[in-house]
């Protein structure tokens, strides 16, 4: 039964939770930086998993996922990064 769980389970791979990580510090920054302060909700841990699962869905959102990746690589401030789609 181990097994079957195991096979369920998305790889998290390195590019989403390096990108997931970013825009979470950036999220942060934003709210923090706002007054008064406000939460914007974001789940690191989400993000990665959705990211992953879409990123394997090479017949539909594979390219899309990479396009987002590369667009927050680009950036160098966090409004660029929260700009990307």
Known sequence: ?????????????????EVCKREAECIDQTVTDQTPPTKVPFDEKECIAACA???????????????HIDCVNKQTACPGVLECK
């Open 53 to 67: 699962a879409l990123e394997h869905d090479v017949d539909h959102s594979a390219a899309k996922v990479q396009r």
């Open 1 to 17: 039964m181990v097994a079957a769980g195991i096979a369920c389970t998305e790889p998290r791979s390195t590019a989403c939770k």
